[in-house]
């Protein structure tokens, strides 16, 4: 199959001497003159630049699609001081036509520039400011739609690895008709003091949770399911308890027969997956 790439028009800058590139149709109310993406060196992708929620941030992702128009959104968000790079071996496994974006967390990788020009580090962040990435959830949601030609509140499956997990899980509480799965990966329920059982009590979507033997994690995926095994109808969830210590997508990345479990159920999250 050929492999393509197409350009997207977002909020902010690629970088000195890029060339404006005919895209879709700006997205909430971006102007008409934003610039366009570049061209990643790893496979099909288009690193782009948007807006966070709260417009105090200039985010950075990577938007992958390759085949067919038609095919499913999928959202990332990766765990405390990595990055959207992480995502990748689990990327290269959906399936083909799949409409993908990853993205750096706000004060992580691409994404330190403050709109006032400030620089931005996740490690002076309080509770506050991770609580922001749900909402930044939301526009990296609307972007993948708009490329795809859907409405911006279509639904999508959304991934998050430990503080990107907790973001995920609170935008599918607060808007659960537009989640198609949950993907979560050492899930916490309140890490760095964003909550998250709220939102798994008003979340419907299928879940799947990967975790090790770290300290806490299995108490947290326990009672994240306990919720969702309680709810009425039952929610379907997943576990995978890997008996190592690692965190996040380690924990994946270690373990092929965890990495093909993830990988298929995220093409059909809705089948038991063994």
């Avoid at 496979?43 to 966070?52: A, I, R, T, W």
């Avoid at 991770?130 to 991934?159: H, I, Q, T, Y």
């Avoid at 599918?172 to 909550?195: D, M, N």
Wanted: glycine residues 10%; contains cysteine; aromatic residues 6%.
């Amino acid at each position: 199959m050929k492999r393509w790439l197409v350009a997207i028009s977002f909020v902010g800058a690629c970088g000195s001497g890029s060339k404006p590139v005919m895209g879709p149709p700006p997205i909430d109310g971006a102007p008409a003159d934003t610039r366009a993406a570049r061209k990643t060196g790893n496979g099909p992708g288009l690193d782009v630049v948007f807006n966070s929620e709260d417009s105090a941030v200039e985010l950075t992702g990577t938007y992958f699609h390759q085949g067919p128009e038609s095919g499913d959104c999928y959202v990332f968000v990766h765990q405390l001081s990595s990055t959207r790079a992480e995502w990748r071996p689990v990327i290269d496994r959906l399936p083909q036509g799949a409409h993908v974006f990853a993205f750096d967390l706000r004060g992580h990788g691409d994404s330190t520039r403050g709109t006032d020009r400030t620089t931005l580090s996740w490690k002076t962040f309080e509770t506050a400011d991770w609580e922001k990435v749900e909402g930044d959830v939301g526009k990296a949601m609307a972007l993948v739609n708009a490329r795809r030609g859907a409405e911006p509140e279509s639904p999508c499956f959304l991934a998050g690895s430990s503080i990107g997990s907790s973001a995920v899980l609170r935008f599918s509480g607060a808007h659960p008709e537009r989640v198609t799965g949950l993907l979560l990966l050492s899930p916490g329920i309140a890490y760095r003091g964003v909550k998250t059982p709220d939102a798994a009590r008003a979340s419907t979507a299928p879940v799947m949770i990967v975790h090790s033997q770290e300290p806490g994690a299995a108490d947290a995926a326990g009672a994240l399911k306990g919720i969702w095994d309680d709810a009425s109808p039952p929610v379907h969830v997943e576990v995978i308890a890997d008996p190592g210590q690692e965190h996040g997508m380690k924990i994946v990345n270690g373990d092929p027969e965890i990495l093909a479990r993830v990988a298929a159920f995220l093409s059909d999250p809705r089948e038991p997956h063994q």
